[in-house]
């Protein structure tokens, strides 16, 4: 574990200090003007051009002079040449027209779960997960096993794509970093942490506190407590189990059974109560 925090931070650092601007101004020139992407225009020599504009739902601007223009589906230096012409052909010889795009809007990614700042994100050119993470703040401690990134396809189907957290930040698996598309939500579930209990014939009773997606067979969850006491009935060994309803049921093991492979070990769930008898010798 302390390594998993350490390589995490280190890449996390190497993420987020990275030089914005330089990212901005690489990713704006693909980048294509949508709804809702907040624009600001500069013209030299012609102030009352000199606007911040938001592009409307139908992927037009309004502005002074020029009136209304579509907008959407063009890059940062495609609009600078179209607002360019249509200045020369009325009001300037040779305009200087300059586009900063404020945000962007159009192109948003959803970030929810066990990151450090959920919430809506643009994408601006092709960014990664890892990038979108970086973006979030950073995985938090009770981040689970893996990512789930939701994705609506053209034909108006859904897919959801499983990553493993290890591959993507552990092993650094390439194939992990998938490039975002517009509209993916990615998902980082909260591996809360959970108990079982062990009483009876152990030497260690008592609660065992794991998190939801590594919670122990009955023979780790025994190890746990400690092991057998010297007293201890192995072959009636009881786990006590609540279904959806709330309706207990006892489900008894003989444990030496599984300790000679004769069975398998069976898997414990949350809230689970396991009691070891007393031998009756």
């Keep these: 574990m302390k390594s998993f925090s350490a390589i995490f931070i280190i890449g996390l650092f190497l993420f987020m200090f990275m030089p914005s601007l330089y990212s901005q101004q690489k990713?704006?020139?693909?980048?294509?003007?949508?709804?809702?992407?907040l624009l600001e225009i500069s013209v030299f020599g012609?102030?009352?051009?000199?606007?911040t504009v938001r592009v409307s739902e139908d992927g037009k601007i309004t502005?002074?002079?020029l009136g209304e223009i579509e907008v959407e589906g063009l890059t940062k230096v495609e609009l600078e040449r179209k607002l360019s012409q249509l200045l020369e052909e009325k009001y300037?010889?040779?305009p200087q027209v300059?586009?900063?795009?404020?945000?962007y809007q159009s192109k948003m990614v959803s970030v929810?779960?066990?990151?450090?700042?959920?919430g809506s994100y643009g994408l601006i050119g092709r960014q990664s997960?890892?990038?979108?993470?970086?973006?979030?703040?950073?995985?938090?401690?009770?981040?689970?096993?893996?990512i789930i990134v939701m994705r609506q396809l053209d034909d108006g189907s859904s897919i959801s794509l499983k990553i493993?957290?290890?591959?993507?930040f552990i092993k650094g698996d390439p194939k992990f970093n998938i490039p975002l598309r517009p509209n993916d939500v990615i998902n980082i579930p909260v591996d809360k942490i959970v108990f079982i209990y062990v009483t009876g014939q152990v030497r260690s009773p008592g609660a065992i506190e794991v998190r939801r997606s590594n919670i122990p067979t009955l023979l780790r969850a025994i190890a746990q407590a400690g092991g057998f006491s010297d007293r201890a009935a192995k072959t009636r060994v009881v786990i006590k189990r609540k279904d959806e309803s709330r309706k207990e049921k006892k489900i008894t093991v003989n444990v030496k059974d599984i300790i000679k492979g004769k069975k398998e070990d069976i898997q414990l769930k949350e809230n689970d109560v396991v009691y070891v008898p007393e031998t009756i010798f």
């Design 27 to 37: 990713y704006s020139a693909d980048y294509k003007i949508g709804p809702k992407d």
């Design 46 to 51: 012609l102030d009352e051009l000199n606007k």
């Design 63 to 65: 502005l002074p002079l």
């Design 92 to 94: 300037l010889q040779n």
């Design 98 to 103: 300059t586009i900063f795009i404020r945000e």
């Design 112 to 118: 929810l779960g066990a990151v450090r700042t959920p």
């Design 129 to 146: 997960l890892l990038q979108i993470i970086a973006q979030a703040g950073g995985l938090t401690p009770d981040a689970g096993n893996e």
């Design 164 to 168: 493993p957290i290890e591959g993507l």
